[in-house]
């Protein structure tokens, strides 16, 4: 098997901003599948932080562990869109610091 022209790109985000991120994301040229676009796959999840000295956070207090029902969004990106769409989770997420994992995937 060689490596796809195409990447799975997740990251988490508060319900509250889950359709922004996505259509953002979308936009930007993620979830493209065929003749369909804005494609995403979305989960509930509970994320977990504790913000440190200096951290300016948009949920929580510094030195004080918090718990976010937050929605995983993943999808299906061209690795030429990934700069893109990066920027577009960047500047719709409401979080100082933005979880975005990027996976390679393979042709089957």
């Given at each position: 098997m060689k490596e796809s022209?195409?990447?799975?790109?997740?990251t988490f985000v508060p319900e509250s901003h889950a359709d922004a991120v996505r259509q953002a994301m979308g936009d930007a040229g993620a979830g493209v599948i065929?003749?369909?676009?804005?494609?995403?796959?979305?989960?509930?999840?509970?994320g977990?932080?504790?913000?440190?000295?200096?951290?300016?956070?948009t949920i929580g207090e510094v030195g004080r562990?918090?718990?976010?029902?937050?929605?995983?969004i993943e999808t299906l990106c061209?690795?030429?869109k990934?700069?893109?769409?990066?920027?577009?989770i960047l500047k719709s997420h409401p979080y100082?610091?933005?979880?975005?994992?990027?996976?390679?995937m393979l042709e089957t």
């Open positions: 022209k195409f990447i799975k790109i997740v065929g003749k369909y676009t804005h494609c995403f796959s979305s989960s509930k999840s509970i977990s932080f504790m913000p440190g000295s200096g951290a300016n956070p562990r918090e718990e976010v029902e937050e929605i995983r061209d690795k030429k990934v700069s893109a769409v990066k920027d577009a100082e610091e933005v979880s975005i994992d990027i996976y390679p």
